[in-house]
């Protein structure tokens, strides 16, 4: 007899989506699964800020929270690492809390002291998501704040990383003040230049030479202050025997300086003062544009920000937190539902079903028996399990694989930039004409020639041509950033375009995260439901758990009779019904056909009824992708076995293309033959097993599903749901690199006008005045108007 279950409707909660398993948190007809959700809407909508329900139906976290989560912050060690500061009552700590999207988080998170007294005050970095919080530790632990803020939805990124203080450092370099200055200098040297432009009377020749001194003045701080770096960079570059843009640029500021100071003091002339601070100030904001990125995102990630600050363990029968620092062998700890394992271990007691596709790139969790070592970066995916740890963390697999040479060091073959290989030959070309203007005049007039000479390196400074990268890529990487696609730097736009090749990881690159699709290809009945479901839930194998998972709503039945064949399927008695449910070779004694998914044959009582059918979800746009093969060669790198092999044929045209079981060091050796090849490459990946080939590439792209989440180390990262955009970035990155090539026509033309000029030791300062603005204003107008229409080409915009 069948027995029909009563389905319960569920409640959801109106803030963070979670089942409400109590009707005690009710407000306006709105049901909340907690008092944390409960109160966050109560502010929100005393102060009528609830439209931040419209960016999303649940737009906070999840609430569930698992006991002793947060019992590591109860240990002064780790404390201490994560402060920022404290004294005997108060205590500053900063956290990062991905959760935050909008104007109503800023406003909700400034006002927790409403929730808790004992906060001071909380600053939110919107950029950065970052919160800075002051709060009196004697009534407010530090694992009492961070609980709070878990229940209000914004519960902090804590990682290994963050107390290593590696994370989002960032050198500082005052270049906000520098460019302040010079701007004040710029605009005050016009103002004291305009009697030059205009004429000055005899009665107002006496202010002539004050004027200029006060000029000469006020370019001090801007050479020797705002503009110190390219000197700096200059001279290093010159004793490395290297020719960069900052050599040309350094002489032209020096030389503008010089013959300012000169002649003002023997009054022969007025100086360039207003086109030296000019050009400063104008190449400040260019460096200021190009530095500017995703402060928000790491791109220099590893192990450790993957990694939990503390482990519990059992000692005495007594489980406690303990820091991962202080982690050794023989320590007994337990690893909790989604929790990693963070050292070599053996399983001590619980059922295991680990996730290795982080490390290995393996798609399905893997059964592990008692007494049988799991390496470090496993994630549990099932009950929690207790482990001995038999390597410290230092010496586990993981940080081994991390730690490989071939994937730490810094690549030496890395592609130069437009600028870098034009920088040489300018300045050669540049030094060139000067001497050769200074030759020409020697003869007849000395200081004609030395005119000459300074008037070549100040008109052809290769202002514009400095300026003209920076804002190209600066709203390359704007566009970018709109579609999900986050470049480390400005460089990776003009190595996106010279790529031949691009590689693909396929767990987790060209597979959805949740990656697993079942399909029933069979008609059941609810009887046979339920004996399939009864036989299926005595299995920890990972199929099994999914069938039964997808038969959730079925009784579970007695089973008399129950037996499992690893690899092969399972044989089970149940209310006198034979079932067998495996592979075609247990299920029908013949072998498996070629198919393109793995498929689990059923049978009942010797009849057969069909079977349920796995495949991967394969990311939207994949066939665009494919669309690439013309342009590009494409390559698969997977670490998965080859089960989908001819599923995968249309996507990468020949087996040849398609590469199986591959180990984090072949994949870094398939990069490196590809690179010996003259090739190109662009790799994508997900896990750290990708991590050794992200480096070693030309561009390395970690594709996430979620930016905030670990990802390695890389040169860009893709959000998964601008990855059928993938072609539109490529072809865009080529369109960014044509208009900074036309910006450079541009700018030579200016520079060819401007030596005309200059060879002829006759260039007057209004000249040089009018010309170096200009040629600024075009170069940055046409540059951002042109990236703007290529993007709009490719549907970007």
């Known amino acids: 007899m069948i027995t029909q279950t009563l389905n319960i409707e569920k409640t959801t909660c109106y803030h963070c989506g979670d089942d409400c398993l109590s009707a005690d948190f009710i407000v306006e007809d709105k049901h909340f699964c907690c008092h944390g959700c409960k109160s966050v809407y109560q502010i929100l909508a005393e102060n009528r800020l609830c439209s931040y329900y419209n960016y999303n139906n649940h737009p906070g976290a999840t609430q569930a929270r698992t006991d002793k989560r947060f019992d590591y912050l109860n240990d002064p060690t780790i404390v201490s690492e994560l402060i920022d500061y404290a004294d005997q009552r108060v205590t500053i700590a ?273 059964n592990k028996t008692l007494g049988e070592i799991i390496y470090a970066g496993g994630r549990q995916t099932g009950e929690a399990i207790e482990l001995e740890v038999v390597k410290a963390v230092s010496q586990s697999y993981l940080t081994q694989l991390w730690n490989n040479e071939a994937f730490t060091r810094q690549q030496d073959n890395k592609m130069q930039t437009f600028n870098e290989k034009v920088s040489k030959y300018f300045t050669v070309v540049l030094l060139v004409i000067a001497f050769s203007s200074f030759f020409f005049w020697l003869p007849g007039d000395f200081k004609r020639g030395l005119a000459a000479f300074t008037a070549v390196l100040i008109v052809a400074c290769p202002c514009a041509l400095a300026l003209s990268t920076p804002f190209t890529m600066s709203a390359a990487l704007s566009i970018f950033d709109r579609n999900l696609f986050y470049l480390k730097n400005t460089a990776v736009v003009e190595h996106l375009a010279r790529i031949d090749t691009i590689v693909f990881d396929k767990t987790g690159t060209i597979t959805a995260g949740n990656n697993q699709d079942i399909r029933t290809a069979a008609v059941l009945n609810d009887e046979q439901k339920q004996l399939i479901y009864s036989a299926c839930i005595n299995s920890i194998h990972p199929l099994s758990r999914m069938i039964y998972r997808s038969l959730g709503g079925a009784q579970r039945l007695h089973v008399a009779q129950y037996s499992e064949i690893a690899g092969k399927g399972i044989s089970a008695t149940i209310n006198g019904n034979q079932i067998k449910l495996g592979s075609a070779g247990l299920v029908l004694g013949e072998p498996e056909k070629a198919i393109h998914s793995t498929n689990v044959h059923i049978m009942i009582n010797e009849m057969y009824l069909g079977y349920f059918a796995f495949s991967h979800h394969y990311r939207e746009g994949l066939e665009n992708i494919a669309c690439l093969d013309q342009s590009y060669n494409l390559q698969l790198l997977s670490g998965d076995n080859d089960h989908e092999r001819f599923e995968l044929l249309p996507f990468f045209k020949g087996q040849q293309k398609m590469h199986f079981s591959q180990s984090p060091q072949q994949k870094l050796d398939f990069i490196q033959s590809l690179q010996s090849g003259k090739h190109k490459v662009m790799m994508i990946g997900d896990g750290l097993n990708d991590s050794g080939a992200l480096k070693q590439s030309d561009v390395g792209i970690a594709i996430t599903d979620d930016v905030n989440n670990f990802s390695p180390g890389s040169d860009a990262i893709l959000d998964g749901r601008s990855f059928e955009k993938l072609p539109a970035f490529l072809r865009f990155a080529k369109d960014t690199v044509k208009v900074i090539h036309i910006s450079f026509l541009i700018s030579l033309t200016y520079n060819l006008i401007g030596l005309s000029y200059a060879v002829t030791g006759k260039l007057s300062p209004l000249t040089a005045a009018i010309l170096m603005p200009l040629s600024t204003v075009t170069i940055i107008s046409f540059t951002s108007i042109a990236t703007h229409l290529a993007a709009k080409k490719r549907k970007l915009l």
């Open 94 to 366: 900063t956290f990062y809390i991905p959760h935050i999207h909008c104007s109503s988080c800023l406003w909700l998170l400034e006002q927790l002291n409403k929730i808790n007294p004992a906060v001071h005050y909380c600053r939110v970095d919107f950029l950065k998501k970052q919160l800075n919080i002051r709060f009196e530790h004697d009534k407010l632990s530090l694992r009492q704040l961070v609980e709070l803020l878990h229940d209000i939805g914004y519960e902090p990124m804590i990682n290994l990383q963050d107390v290593i203080k590696k994370q989002n450092s960032a050198t500082k370099d005052n270049l906000v003040s520098k460019i302040a200055v010079a701007g004040f200098c710029f605009g005050n040297v016009m103002l004291l230049s305009f009697p030059e432009y205009l004429g000055i009377s005899a009665f107002e020749q006496s202010f002539r030479f004050f004027f200029g001194l006060v000029n000469i003045l006020i370019c001090i701080p801007v050479v020797f202050y705002s503009g110190r770096g390219y000197f700096i960079s200059a001279w290093q570059n010159l004793r490395n025997k290297v020719l960069n843009i900052d050599f040309p640029l350094a002489l032209g500021i020096g030389v503008l300086f010089a013959r300012t100071v000169i002649e003002i003091l023997t009054k022969t002339g007025a100086g360039f003062a207003d086109t030296l601070c000019g050009l400063v100030f104008f190449l400040l904001v260019g460096k200021f544009v190009q530095k500017k990125t995703y402060y928000h995102i790491s791109f220099e990630r590893d192990y450790r920000s993957f990694f939990p600050v503390a482990v519990h363990v059992i000692e005495n029968e007594i489980e406690k937190p303990v820091p991962l620092s202080q982690l050794h062998t023989h320590h007994r700890i337990i690893i909790r539902h989604n929790e990693i394992i963070p050292a070599d271990a053996i399983l001590l007691k619980g059922e295991a079903l680990i996730d290795f596709s982080f490390v290995t790139g393996e798609a399905l969790p893997v």
